[in-house]
Nanobody
Framework: QVQLVESGGGLVQAGGSLRLSCAAS????????AGWFRQAPGKEREFVAT????????DYADSVKGRFTISRDNAKNAVYLQMNSLKSEDTAVYYC?????????????????WGQGTQVTVSS
């Protein structure tokens, strides 16, 4: 089993930055893929970013490319999401995901483990 705990959410003004953290326990991230998703009120959970734990290769949703950066720390067994130039439309609960077993990283159904989420609110 893997337990994921997110932190770092909060209230920020448009144009500001936040850094989300996701710490894993119970099993290491090694050989896994990790990702971030978000869900705004009344909307479906959507893909934000993903990183391969071994190669470090990354992929992003078009809506966050150039503004968000996903990274990992092998020693701390953690993954991060640096969010810059935040917009009001980035307001959502952000979820960390791990254990990708699907075929499309953008699909929530392909991920085994989820954190409880952390709220990000961007005021305009």
């Amino acid at each position: 089993q893997v337990q994921l705990v997110e932190s770092g959410g909060g209230l920020v003004q448009a144009g500001g930055s936040l850094r989300l953290s996701c710490a894993a326990s119970g099993r290491t991230f090694s050989a896994w893929r990790a990702g971030w998703f978000r869900q705004a009120p009344g909307k479906e959970r959507e893909f934000v970013a993903t990183i391969s734990w071994n190669s470090g290769s990354t992929d992003y949703a078009d809506s966050v490319k150039g503004r968000f950066t996903i990274s990992r720390d092998n020693a701390k067994n953690a993954v991060y999401l640096q969010m810059n130039s935040l917009k009001s439309e980035d307001t959502a609960v952000y979820y960390c995901a791990a254990g990708f077993v699907g075929t499309a990283v953008g699909s929530t159904s392909g991920w085994l483990y989820w954190g409880q989420g952390t709220q990000v609110t961007v005021s305009s």
